[in-house]
C-alpha cells in the first residue's frame, strides 16, 4: 500500500507535511516548521535580514511565499544543497517530536508520497509523474530513525 499525504487537516499523515506544526531547534535557532527552516536555508548566505524574517514568519504558507520571492538573490549553490537541507530539516523535525517520529516508523516499508498536484519536484505532481523527493527523504528518515532505535 502506498501512503499518501499532503493537507495537515484531516490528514492521518499530515504531520508528513512540512506545513505541519512540528517545531525544532536547528542551527541554534528555533523553526516553527519544517517549511520555514528549508525556504530560509535559500538566503543564509545572501540576505540575512530576510532569512531571519522567514524565520519569524507567522506561518508556513507565508515563509514558502517569502522563499519564492526572487526579489532576493538565492545562495549559489541552492540546486546543489537542496536536497540535502530538507533532509536535515526533516530528520531533526522527526527526531524531536516522539508522536510523530512513531507515525512515520509504524509505516513499516510502505512507499510514501506527497500528493502534491502542482510540484512535480517535492511531490507526485498532477499525473503522478514526479519526482516525489519529500516521500523519499520521509523513507530516508524512517530508515535513520529504524537503525537510531532498535525496538522498531
Same mark, same amino acid.
Not at 56 to 78: I, T
Not at 95 to 105: G, K, N, P, S, Y
Given at each position: 500500500? *502506498?501512503?499518501?499525504?499532503?493537507? *495537515?487537516?484531516?490528514?492521518?499523515?499530515?504531520?508528513?507535511s512540512?506545513?505541519?506544526?512540528?517545531?525544532?531547534? %536547528?542551527?541554534e535557532? +528555533? #523553526? =516553527?516548521?519544517?517549511?520555514?527552516?528549508?525556504?530560509? &536555508?535559500?538566503? $543564509?548566505? *545572501?540576505?540575512?535580514? #530576510?532569512?531571519?524574517?522567514?524565520? &519569524?514568519?507567522?506561518? =508556513?504558507?507565508?515563509?514558502?511565499?517569502?522563499?519564492?520571492?526572487? @526579489?532576493? =538573490?538565492l545562495?549559489?549553490? +541552492?540546486?546543489?544543497?537542496?536536497?540535502?537541507?530538507m533532509? &536535515?530539516? $526533516? %530528520?531533526?523535525?522527526?527526531?524531536?517530536?516522539?508522536?510523530?517520529?512513531? /507515525?512515520?516508523?509504524?509505516?513499516?516499508?510502505?512507499? /510514501? $508520497?506527497?500528493?502534491?498536484? !502542482?510540484?512535480?519536484? #517535492?511531490?507526485?505532481?498532477?499525473? !503522478?509523474? !514526479?519526482?516525489?523527493?519529500?516521500? &523519499? /527523504? %520521509?523513507?530516508?528518515?524512517?530508515? %535513520?530513525?529504524? @537503525?537510531?532505535? =532498535?525496538?522498531?
Amino acid at each position: 500500500m *502506498t501512503i499518501y499525504f499532503y493537507s *495537515t487537516i484531516e490528514d492521518p499523515y499530515g504531520c508528513f507535511s512540512n506545513f505541519s506544526r512540528h517545531g525544532f531547534t %536547528l542551527d541554534e535557532l +528555533w #523553526w =516553527p516548521t519544517s517549511e520555514h527552516y528549508f525556504q530560509a &536555508q535559500k538566503f $543564509v548566505t *545572501t540576505d540575512r535580514v #530576510w532569512f531571519e524574517k522567514i524565520r &519569524q514568519a507567522k506561518n =508556513p504558507k507565508q515563509a514558502a511565499n517569502m522563499g519564492r520571492d526572487r @526579489s532576493h =538573490p538565492l545562495r549559489q549553490d +541552492w540546486e546543489v544543497v537542496k536536497d540535502e537541507i530538507m533532509l &536535515q530539516a $526533516v %530528520l531533526e523535525k522527526f527526531a524531536t517530536h516522539a508522536e510523530i517520529r512513531d /507515525i512515520l516508523l509504524a509505516t513499516g516499508e510502505e512507499e /510514501i $508520497v506527497e500528493n502534491a498536484p !502542482g510540484d512535480y519536484y #517535492w511531490g507526485c505532481g498532477k499525473d !503522478g509523474s !514526479g519526482k516525489n523527493k519529500l516521500g &523519499q /527523504i %520521509l523513507m530516508q528518515v524512517r530508515d %535513520l530513525l529504524k @537503525s537510531d532505535d =532498535p525496538s522498531a
